[in-house]
């Protein structure tokens, strides 16, 4: 999910001159639908399920530990060149007990009694329209139908993310695909429809829970042509929307300004309803954010409440964290190191990653724990003078700043959400 936005986009600025032209058609219809949650009077207080229908290595590392030290050229780094390697067949057998066994039952009603209300639930477009030649294997929605009857019992709306596209909108390890980006070339972003036609059509009947589908998360806009992912982004609303009128309809900020350049486009103002719009926000992700002091990224995260707040329509922090280095182990890709201890290519030492590169809540120093607490209690401050939030994520094997359910256990995320140890922060 997150390697690092500067990076990747130094690398991909050089197809922004192969990338096909299209018109800005902003006008997406203006029929008043019916969406079982009220994200006007209702705040958005949710968490991804990372990890579990899209791979990412630092999530899991356990899953990618027999590639750990690999330097041959059947080096494995994301889902897809971990299908690739194994075979369709072993591939199959680990990926489905992965499945079954990452999230159950009991982690949507632990969400629940945790006072949330939402769960981001990310997937791959293999699993819904797998194309010829992928080395992917399928399953994933007998398992994401369960889930759906997992979140309807604990009283959660769901937020179903298609998370990885054709040909990968950002060369992200979490798009399935770590390299190159190939989104807008050749047939991918009608191959990126269907899967959404498929999808939506599929939980049509489960709007009651399902309240909004994203159409596609991260597509890196610097790298790609705007106008496209707008053009993009009308059709999406219209295939989705075609299959209930009861979804709302998520779309990616594609790290651009949610002012400047989102403001004027998709909102009610123009007659398009039930729009929402998902920004990132994290602050590891280059030099100046991993040097920024404690109090830095506090001031930092309660500047972007009134950003949000000026928004002229639904806009949720899709994805957080209580982080701010980069040190958990693979955060960066498989076998990368971090930023903030210098063990990242170019990079330069600010600090040392003990007890966060792997490690536990516990273990974390009592410095790093406070400053935690603080981050976390303003970034909800924040994101909440507007729709709301989504924590990245529920749980990870080792990576104690992004794993909410060992945050909740260790008392260092709210409970009940409104408790604050450091209130007025963000006032």
């Given at each position: 999910m997150f390697n690092s936005i500067l990076q990747q986009t130094t690398v991909a600025l050089s197809l922004l001159s192969s990338v096909r032209a299209a018109p800005f058609t902003f006008r997406l219809g203006?029929?008043?639908?019916?969406?079982?949650?009220?994200?006007?009077?209702?705040?958005?207080?949710?968490?991804?399920?990372?990890?579990?229908?899209?791979?990412?290595?630092?999530?899991?590392?356990?899953i990618f530990d027999d590639w750990a030290n690999s330097t041959t050229t059947s080096v494995v780094v994301d889902e897809y060149t971990y299908s690739q390697n194994l075979g369709k067949t072993e591939a199959q057998s680990r990926l489905s007990n992965h499945w079954n066994t990452w999230i159950v039952e009991q982690d949507f009603k632990d969400i629940a009694a945790a006072g949330l209300n939402h769960v981001r639930i990310p997937i791959g477009y293999w699993a819904v329209a797998p194309l010829d030649g992928d080395p992917y294997v399928q399953g994933q929605l007998d398992v994401l139908d369960s889930a759906i009857e997992w979140a309807r019992s604990a009283g959660l709306k769901v937020l179903l993310d298609l998370h990885g596209a054709p040909g990968s909108q950002n060369g992200f390890d979490n798009s399935?695909?770590?390299?190159?980006?190939?989104?807008?070339?050749g047939d991918t972003v009608a191959q990126?429809?269907?899967a959404l036609q498929v999808l939506s059509t599929r939980y049509a009947s489960s709007t009651d829970t399902i309240t909004t589908i994203e159409l596609l998360n991260e597509p890196l806009g610097p790298a790609l042509s705007l106008p496209e992912i707008s053009t993009f982004y009308q059709s999406g609303y219209q295939t989705v929307?075609?299959?209930?009128?009861?979804?709302?309809?998520?779309?990616?900020?594609?790290?651009?300004?949610?002012?400047?350049?989102?403001n004027g486009q998709f909102n009610t103002a123009s007659g398009?309803?039930?729009?929402?719009?998902?920004?990132?926000?994290?602050?590891?992700?280059?030099?100046?954010?991993?040097?920024?002091?404690?109090?830095?990224?506090?001031?930092?995260?309660?500047?972007?409440?009134?950003?949000?707040?000026?928004?002229?329509?639904?806009?949720?922090?899709?994805?957080?964290?209580g982080a701010q280095t980069d040190c958990a182990k693979w955060l960066?890709?498989?076998?990368?190191?971090?930023?903030?201890?210098?063990?990242?290519?170019?990079?330069?030492?600010?600090?040392?990653?003990?007890?966060?590169?792997?490690?536990?809540?516990?273990?974390?120093?009592?410095?790093?724990?406070?400053?935690?607490?603080?981050?976390?209690?303003?970034?909800?401050?924040?994101?909440?003078?507007?729709?709301?939030?989504?924590f990245w994520t529920w749980k990870t094997e080792s990576a104690p700043?992004?794993?909410?359910?060992?945050?909740?256990?260790?008392?260092?995320?709210?409970?009940?959400?409104?408790?604050?140890?450091?209130?007025?922060?963000?006032?």
């Open positions: 203006n029929t008043k639908r019916a969406v079982a949650f009220d994200y006007n009077n209702n705040k958005v207080r949710g968490v991804n399920l990372g990890g579990w229908f899209v791979l990412e290595p630092w999530i899991t590392p356990s399935g695909r770590n390299g190159s980006i190939n989104w807008q070339t990126t429809l269907t929307t075609a299959a209930s009128a009861d979804f709302a309809v998520t779309m990616h900020d594609a790290f651009q300004d949610v002012q400047t350049y989102w398009d309803e039930n729009v929402i719009l998902d920004t990132h926000q994290y602050q590891v992700f280059s030099p100046d954010q991993v040097a920024r002091s404690p109090s830095d990224h506090v001031t930092y995260a309660c500047a972007l409440g009134p950003k949000l707040a000026a928004t002229d329509k639904w806009t949720v922090v899709g994805e957080w964290t960066n890709g498989l076998g990368k190191g971090a930023r903030y201890d210098g063990t990242l290519a170019y990079s330069s030492y600010v600090g040392s990653c003990d007890g966060k590169y792997t490690g536990t809540v516990a273990g974390l120093s009592g410095d790093d724990k406070s400053n935690l607490r603080h981050y976390v209690e303003a970034q909800m401050d924040a994101y909440e003078m507007h729709t709301g939030w989504v700043e992004w794993d909410l359910q060992a945050l909740l256990a260790g008392g260092l995320f709210p409970q009940p959400l409104s408790d604050r140890q450091f209130p007025g922060q963000c006032a």
